[in-house]
């Protein structure tokens, strides 16, 4: 996780495609000149921002009460911003540092919601075969995708030598305790591909809790879509990740449900006509270059910023053979080779705008 103060700190990327962005009535609720229709308040589409976790978040509520939506706003951003101040690597005293404080010393107690987030470390190495571990924040300072990025590339032998760190089977979860020890000295978890999906979540919950159930929460590439927007879906997209930012190369009717995304476009240097971006397959510690990007459908934000990040590392034909056996899980990669896949319950809901730029 990371510095609120710097650019995001994910490759994901999942955008809404919404007609309105200030408080605007909402251009899909009927409206007649009648006395009773007066009397009734219309439904507007409300938006905020807030800087959370190294990105932007904003939330979009459909909703006839000014008051009720302003209280939500401020709900969902707290609910955010207690996930980042748990679960940042930036924060000195979060959980997450002062279990990478403690590497090889000894067990550090920590937040239950923490704890729920670094649980899934074995099953995402298991069922990633190594390709996505937790302990790659080792390689942290080493590649420089954040604010440090200064153009330079780490050599071969220094990445060998920080791999030697990695491995999630070193991670010691004692779940009676909420406990996580760290076996060796000089291990660094990082929660980047996970932490953010599960923020969501709290705030997804925190708005819900205040009665309003239509509305959208994107942090950088995660996304929930919650409801309607009046008497349609939310239509939300998935990026070209050659093309600009607000370049759209399918869209998606969307509606109680998660759509994000994992790309290499947000954070990476160009080298030799290569692009090296802040994916680590976590068995080389070099970026995963066999894929571009892979936006997932999932109930939730927390699962799907696991899967996309998972599936992204793991290589197209592996992953995308995950999906078709993996019930609530649908997923469109874009490989290497710019070939786009999509799994089959999403086929015939995906309507494409375009075919994905060229480009390295």
Same mark, same amino acid.
């Given at each position: 996780m990371s510095n609120p103060a710097r650019k995001s700190w994910t490759m994901l990327f999942a955008f809404a495609l919404l007609s309105a962005c200030k408080n605007t009535?909402?251009?899909?609720?009927?409206?007649?000149?009648?006395?009773?229709?007066?009397?009734?308040?219309?439904?507007?589409? !409300? =938006? *905020?921002?807030?800087?959370?976790?190294? =990105?932007?978040?904003?939330?979009?509520? !459909?909703?006839?009460? =000014?008051?009720? @939506?302003?209280?939500?706003?401020?709900?969902?951003?707290? @609910?955010?911003? *207690?996930?980042?101040?748990?679960?940042?690597?930036?924060?000195?005293?979060?959980? #997450? %540092? *002062?279990?990478?404080? %403690? @590497?090889?010393?000894?067990?550090? #107690?920590?937040?239950?919601?923490?704890?729920? #987030?670094?649980?899934?470390?074995?099953?995402?190495?298991?069922?990633?075969?190594?390709a996505f571990d937790l302990t790659v924040g080792v390689f942290r300072g080493l590649w420089k995708f954040d604010e440090d990025n200064d153009g330079s590339l780490p050599s071969r032998a220094m990445v060998k030598e920080r791999l030697k760190l990695v491995n999630y089977r070193d991670i010691i979860l004692d779940e009676t305790k909420t406990s996580v020890f760290l076996k060796r000295k000089g291990m660094k978890l990082t929660l980047g591909g996970t932490a953010k999906g599960y923020a969501v979540d709290a705030a997804v919950k925190a708005i819900r809790d205040t009665g309003i159930q239509d509305f959208i929460v994107q942090a950088g590439g995660d996304l929930f879509a919650s409801g309607t927007r009046g008497d349609r879906k939310w239509r939300v997209g998935i990026r070209d990740p050659r093309g600009s930012r607000e370049s759209v190369i399918y869209k998606l009717e969307l509606s109680n449900g998660a759509f994000n995304t994992s790309g290499d476009y947000e954070r990476f240097v160009l080298r030799d006509n290569r692009r090296y971006h802040h994916i680590l397959d976590a068995r080389t510690g070099f970026p995963s270059m066999s894929t571009r990007s892979v936006t997932v459908l999932a109930d939730t934000s927390f699962d799907a910023d696991m899967w996309d990040t998972m599936l992204f590392v793991m290589g197209p034909e592996k992953a995308m053979a995950l999906v078709e056996k993996t019930d609530g899980i649908e997923a469109v990669i874009i490989d290497a080779d710019n070939h786009v896949h999509i799994s089959s319950g999403l086929r015939d809901r995906l309507t494409k705008v375009r075919d994905p730029s060229p480009g390295i």
């Open positions: 009535p909402a251009d899909s609720v009927p409206h007649s000149p009648t006395s009773i229709d007066a009397a009734q308040p219309l439904a507007q589409l !409300f =938006t *905020r921002s807030h800087p959370c976790m190294g =990105t932007r978040c904003d939330v979009q509520i !459909f909703h006839t009460d =000014t008051q009720l @939506a302003n209280t939500a706003f401020l709900r969902a951003f707290e @609910a955010l911003d *207690r996930v980042d101040v748990l679960m940042s690597t930036w924060l000195e005293n979060s959980d #997450v %540092s *002062r279990i990478n404080q %403690s @590497a090889g010393l000894e067990p550090v #107690v920590i937040h239950p919601e923490t704890f729920a #987030v670094i649980q899934k470390a074995p099953w995402l190495g298991d069922v990633s075969e190594g």
